[in-house]
């Protein structure tokens, strides 16, 4: 069953439909043509050698006189050799004057045909192809055509037609056959090697899931071969690509798990390697040791945020709200950290928006976006946040003019773990997960965000998400 389905069969399938059938229908045609053709051509030779014959039974007053002509006869009996067929010629009275074979001379003869042509005059022709014979009635009229003198009925044997008709017939089969071997092993052979590359692309992409090999797939025969395994590399990089960051991030979380633990080991072992430890030290290790013991939690929040994040929009809980105020609560959140600092935190004067959206998730990303500015801000410096919309989306930046990324950075931000320059990494604390939670929560949103930053000069986020959600 599962072979009719193959390229193969539908090959072999093809080759016998444009190959075979043509051939068949083409020998059956010739066949067809000849006999009737042939038929034709004895029909018109037969009419005329009777309408010769009637003349000349006129002419020889064959019927009127008490002819005997010996001239007719002969003729007769020659025509009926020549075309191996049978003539009566019966007279007025329905009386069989002459029967080439003899049978019937002398006898009545009323048939339907005979009949027939005393009536009407003409001549008929019937054609009885199941037993081969053509049957002539022929009216023997007087040279002014009143009087119907007699009929001719001439039966003609079309066997030999049949004969040869049959033969061209075997000869139809024969090369039908012939063709038919032909294009079966011809096809058989031509559909393997036109399937052979498809199979090649098989198995080179079982070598690959098997393991035996981690290149990319190459089988150019064709432009379809080809695109396939270009399809087949791009998908084979992006697991690759998947893959890698799923490594990276796991030995990235176990890293960044263990920093605190080392810390805190470290902590706790040189206060057991001394004796008589005064208890200002005791007070200062046990606070370090407390905020590892913080950032070993924010990290796991983090990453427990960001895991949620990932189970996608079946949690989402969209509801209507005013965006403005949605970002006031966060600022007034964040204004604490920010005043120790003395950074300014403006909101610009704005139109109320009313958006759904996801509070908790949305109130995150932003959050993360003014945590960031304030974070990588110079004393005494500002975070700009503005809210527009038109009427599909609202548009929210969050501007600071802090420190900048530099360029090559930029592209990594949003990764999960990355934290930018490394200078001021080790002396601002982070997990480098709030960029990545951000960007998961405004997906979800199906909105956008953008980043544009000069080093020394500030940096801006753009944040795009559609004020009603469709599913
Ligand atoms: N407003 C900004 N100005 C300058 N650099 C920024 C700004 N926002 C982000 N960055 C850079 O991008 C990096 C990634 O930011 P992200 O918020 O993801 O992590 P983080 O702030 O380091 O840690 P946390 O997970 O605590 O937020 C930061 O380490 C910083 O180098
Ligand atoms: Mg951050």
Known sequence: MKYFRSLRFRIMLMLVLIGIIPTIAASWLITQSYRERAVSIRISNVKNQCDVITRSIISEEYLTGEGQSDVIDNQLSMLSNIFSGRLLIIDSSFRVVKDTYDLDTGRTSVSREVISCFETGSSATFYDNRNAYIEFTVPIMETDGQRILGVLIASVSTNEIQQTARHLENQGIFVVVMVSIFVLVGGFFLANLLVKPFTKVTRAIEDVTDGYE?????????????????????????????DNSRQEFVSNVSHELKTPLTSMKVLADSLNGQENVPIELYQEFMSDITQEIDRENNIITDLLTMVRMDRKAAEMNFEER??????????????????????????????????????TKLSLAFSNLIENGIKYNVDEGYVRVSLKNDNKYFYVSVADGGLGIPEDQIEHIFERFYRGDKSHSTTIEGTGLGLAITRSAIVLHRGIVKVSSKVGAGTTFMVRIPLVHEE
Not at 335 to 348: C, T
């Open 214 to 242: 981690d290149k990319a797939i190459s089988v150019p025969t064709y432009i379809e071969t080809e695109q396939i395994t270009d399809a087949f590399n791009q998908m084979l990089s992006r697991v690759r690509a998947l």
């Open 322 to 359: 005013e965006i403005g105020e949605l970002l006031e609560q966060v600022m007034k959140r964040l204004r604490p950290i920010a005043d120790k600092r003395g950074i300014e935190l403006i909101m610009d004067p704005y139109q109320p928006v009313l958006a759904e959206v996801d509070m």
